[in-house]
């Protein structure tokens, strides 16, 4: 199984961006279908952003849509998730994550996730 690793969490100011890292092994984020979900503790996840494998294919939930962007470096094994205009109800805990399809992951499929990064957003 892939190890990914997540990084560039911070506590911002609402309206602030922060850039989200997560660093995976081998080709991971070449081949596999890639994204993050987000969770605040006790509370179900949320899938924001997803990639399909082919990179041809995005995905964004409603309440991200328009200010976070997902991308990858497939030389480097790096993920992104630049983040604008943050709100405080973007407060939560960052995870990034693989699968066989952007489909899975949309249902929960994801096979690798990293140890998530904190997003702290005031207001």
């Known amino acids: 199984q892939a190890q990914l690793v997540e990084s560039g969490g911070g506590s911002v100011q609402a309206g602030g961006s922060l850039r989200l890292s997560c660093v995976g092994s081998g080709r991971t984020f070449s081949i596999d279908a890639v994204g993050w979900f987000r969770q605040v503790p006790g509370t179900e996840r949320e899938f924001v952003a997803g990639?399909?494998?082919?990179?041809?294919?995005?995905y964004y939930s409603d309440s991200v849509k328009g200010r976070f962007t997902i991308s990858r470096d497939s030389a480097k094994n790096i993920l992104y998730l630049q983040m604008n205009s943050l709100q405080p109800e973007d407060t939560s805990v960052y995870y990034c994550i693989t699968g066989n399809s952007l489909q899975q992951l949309k249902t929960g499929g994801f096979t690798s996730w990293g140890q998530g990064t904190q997003v702290t957003v005031s207001s």
């Open positions: 990639l399909s494998g082919s990179g041809g294919t995005t």
